[in-house]
């Protein structure tokens, strides 16, 4: 007996496969099973049905008889999809009968092997590398969808135009296609036809995407504020301009009393930094490594201090056993903690995908931008948290303690954007800041 075999994403896709190939020749279907297929290279695999079958030459019924009237709308092949899946029907004389679905190995697929295929499907998602792939793969495919909308060829001018300052300032392609869409179906022609116009409504559409955290204005006291995030961020000299920014009287605050906890004494230097820095401002430094310690300097600073601040050790997302072990060290400040994560506007889109989906145990309350400075360009920045829908609390932009950290404001970003000529006076008015908010203690 002669076997064949065809591969497809289901069974629909199969028969057509085999209806291609063969005609309207009746077929059994012998077995199927899940396999793994290679893509380009032996990257991004995937997984695809594999169907075996037979040619039949005696009176059976035509599979295929249930393609005759789909293209009225009837689902092709559905009563014999039925009939396989529950088993019915038989082969010619020696061949098995219809299987269930069976793995890649050939064994039978039953419901809890179902679950357990779910599960580790899903565990494989968290997984760095594979999530830095499937990131690049969609930038790859937005890139192109991007770059087929931007150079329709009845596209005005002005998106063109616009288009090319929102990728020249490395907004995501799905984030740009949002702004020329929404150009597309809300300006007139008239508008359109005013690139400085514009580019000023492209300005209010950024900013209404970009969340700003709301500090809660009662607090616990003492405050925990805790900053984490990957190596090389300025998480330690972020903590130091808190401190000073918190600690030192500003516009008629009172200053408030500070602690600091650093859980990084592993870092070269930076036990020295911090202790250095906490002697020049009168602050007390404390070091700690386990859950136990970290519990009972925050039970002996709660006493004296209005705010305690805690460093982290820097860890790479990629390294889940260390995060696992910073995370379990953290659950000893409770569930009042706020935390930060602290991420550099250097960082690629990608790669702040990647840390935030690795640093989301941690549940974070609001994101740390630091390094502004460092770069011309922060539509990743934008793009990635506009996204996942996280909001920014502050914003660092130098070495100086306190001057260079501010409370995260729309203006900063949308300052800071190049080759848009901003209008100041119009985007104050659309997002004022708010002098008035105080903190008041419980």
Same mark, same amino acid.
């Given at each position: 007996?002669?076997?064949?075999?065809?591969?497809?994403?289901?069974?629909?896709?199969?028969?057509?496969?085999i209806? *291609? *190939?063969?005609?309207?020749?009746?077929?059994?279907?012998?077995?199927?099973?899940?396999v793994?297929?290679?893509?380009?290279?032996?990257?991004?695999?995937?997984?695809?049905?594999?169907?075996?079958?037979?040619?039949?030459?005696?009176?059976?019924?035509?599979?295929?008889?249930?393609?005759?009237?789909?293209?009225?709308?009837?689902?092709?092949?559905?009563?014999?999809?039925?009939?396989?899946?529950?088993?019915?029907?038989?082969?010619?004389?020696?061949?098995?009968?219809? !299987?269930?679905?069976? %793995?890649? %190995?050939?064994?039978?697929?039953?419901?809890?092997?179902e679950e357990?295929?779910?599960?580790?499907?899903?565990?494989?998602?968290?997984?760095?590398?594979?999530?830095?792939?499937?990131?690049?793969?969609?930038?790859?495919?937005?890139?192109?969808?991007?770059a087929?909308? !931007?150079?329709?060829?009845?596209?005005?001018?002005?998106?063109?135009?616009?288009?090319?300052?929102?990728?020249?300032?490395?907004?995501?392609?799905?984030?740009?296609? !949002?702004?020329?869409?929404?150009?597309?179906?809300?300006?007139?022609?008239?508008?359109?036809?005013?690139?400085?116009?514009?580019?000023?409504?492209?300005?209010?559409?950024?900013?209404?995407?970009? !969340?700003?955290?709301?500090?809660?204005q009662f607090? *616990?006291?003492?405050?925990?504020?805790?900053?984490?995030?990957?190596?090389?961020?300025g998480?330690?000299?972020t903590?130091?301009?808190?401190?000073?920014?918190?600690?030192?009287?500003?516009?008629?605050?009172?200053?408030?009393?500070?602690?600091?906890? %650093?859980?990084?004494?592993?870092?070269?230097?930076?036990?020295?930094?911090?202790?250095?820095?906490?002697?020049?401002?009168?602050?007390?430094?404390?070091?700690?490594?386990n859950?136990?310690?970290?519990?009972?300097a925050?039970?002996?600073?709660?006493?004296?201090?209005?705010?305690i601040?805690?460093? /982290?050790?820097?860890?790479?997302?990629?390294?889940?056993k260390?995060?696992?072990?910073?995370h379990?060290?953290?659950?000893?400040?409770?569930?009042?903690?706020?935390?930060?994560?602290v991420?550099?506007?250097?960082?690629?889109a990608?790669?702040?995908?990647?840390?935030?989906?690795?640093?989301?145990?941690?549940?974070?309350?609001?994101?740390v931008? /630091?390094?502004?400075?460092?770069?011309?360009?922060?539509?990743?920045?934008?793009?990635?948290?506009?996204?996942?829908?996280?909001?920014?609390?502050y914003? /660092?932009?130098?070495?100086?303690?306190? *001057?260079?950290?501010?409370?995260?404001?729309?203006?900063?970003?949308?300052?800071?954007?190049?080759?848009?000529?901003?209008?100041?006076?119009?985007?104050?008015?659309?997002?004022?800041?708010?002098?008035?908010?105080?903190?008041?203690?419980?």
């Amino acid at each position: 007996m002669l076997t064949y075999v065809e591969q497809g994403r289901d069974l629909d896709e199969c028969f057509k496969k085999i209806r *291609r *190939r063969f005609g309207d020749a009746r077929v059994q279907v012998l077995e199927q099973r899940f396999v793994t297929a290679g893509g380009l290279l032996g990257l991004f695999p995937r997984e695809l049905l594999e169907v075996k079958y037979c040619l039949l030459s005696d009176g059976r019924n035509n599979p295929f008889s249930a393609m005759a009237g789909s293209r009225s709308g009837s689902a092709p092949y559905q009563g014999y999809t039925s009939a396989l899946s529950t088993g019915a029907g038989t082969g010619p004389p020696g061949a098995p009968a219809n !299987s269930s679905t069976v %793995t890649a %190995t050939g064994q039978p697929l039953r419901g809890n092997d179902e679950e357990e295929k779910r599960k580790i499907l899903a565990s494989a998602g968290k997984d760095p590398a594979i999530l830095q792939v499937l990131s690049e793969v969609r930038n790859i495919k937005e890139i192109l969808d991007t770059a087929n909308d !931007s150079q329709k060829a009845d596209e005005h001018p002005s998106l063109r135009r616009l288009a090319g300052v929102l990728r020249g300032n490395d907004f995501s392609p799905a984030f740009t296609n !949002s702004i020329l869409d929404r150009a597309r179906k809300e300006l007139s022609l008239e508008i359109l036809n005013d690139y400085q116009e514009l580019q000023d409504r492209a300005l209010e559409w950024i900013g209404e995407r970009i !969340s700003i955290h709301e500090e809660d204005q009662f607090h *616990r006291r003492p405050r925990l504020m805790v900053l984490v995030g990957p190596t090389g961020v300025g998480k330690t000299s972020t903590i130091a301009k808190l401190a000073a920014f918190y600690g030192t009287d500003r516009a008629g605050r009172k200053p408030q009393t500070i602690k600091i906890i %650093t859980i990084d004494a592993f870092k070269v230097g930076a036990k020295a930094q911090i202790e250095t820095f906490g002697n020049y401002m009168g602050i007390s430094v404390e070091m700690v490594d386990n859950y136990e310690g970290l519990r009972k300097a925050v039970a002996l600073g709660s006493a004296g201090a209005d705010m305690i601040l805690i460093d /982290t050790i820097g860890k790479s997302p990629r390294d889940s056993k260390k995060l696992g072990e910073m995370h379990q060290i953290l659950s000893a400040l409770g569930p009042h903690a706020e935390v930060h994560l602290v991420i550099a506007a250097t960082t690629k889109a990608s790669d702040i995908e990647i840390i935030l989906q690795q640093f989301e145990p941690f549940n974070f309350q609001a994101v740390v931008i /630091t390094k502004l400075d460092e770069t011309y360009r922060l539509g990743n920045v934008i793009s990635v948290l506009a996204d996942k829908g996280k909001s920014i609390s502050y914003v /660092t932009d130098g070495q100086k303690v306190p *001057r260079d950290i501010q409370i995260a404001h729309t203006l900063r970003f949308l300052g800071c954007l190049d080759d848009f000529t901003v209008n100041r006076e119009k985007l104050e008015k659309r997002f004022p800041r708010d002098e008035s908010k105080m903190i008041r203690w419980r």
